[in-house]
């Protein structure tokens, strides 16, 4: 199992950059994917950027070329950097945790953290 815990949201004016961060419980070399979602009001809950234990990295169309996944095996962290933010962005944003086996597939999630962005 892996216990994920984010950190660094808040609210931030349109344009404006947040950093948020998940702290994993366990080394993150052995977590086969590592992901942020956000979930809006009244919306389902969506992907915006994943990367893998091989560093690839996948982003959501609304985000490309404004955030950026990273991880720091070091510290078992991976980070999102938010820069050009939109109101769109508003979101609780949820770090996850994918573990597959050859029999299994687990995923973990943090707890969320609010990102508001005002116009």
């Known amino acids: 199992q892996v216990q994920l815990v984010e950190s660094g949201g808040g609210l931030v004016q349109a344009g404006g950059s947040l950093r948020l961060s998940c702290a994993a419980s366990?080394?993150?070399?052995?977590?086969?994917?590592m992901g942020w979602y956000r979930r809006a009001p009244g919306k389902q809950r969506e992907l915006v950027a994943s990367?893998?234990?091989?560093?690839?990295?996948n982003y959501a169309d609304s985000v490309k070329g404004r955030f950026t996944i990273s991880r720091d095996n070091a510290k078992d962290t991976v980070f999102l950097q938010m820069n050009n933010l939109k109101p769109e962005d508003t979101a609780v944003y949820y770090c996850?945790?994918?573990?597959?086996?050859?029999?299994?597939?687990?995923?973990?999630w943090g707890q969320g953290t609010q990102v508001t962005v005002s116009s």
């Open positions: 990367i893998t234990n091989g560093g690839t990295t």
């Open positions: 996850s945790a994918r573990i597959a086996t050859l029999r299994t597939i687990e995923d973990y």
């Open positions: 366990r080394r993150i070399v052995s977590i086969d994917v």
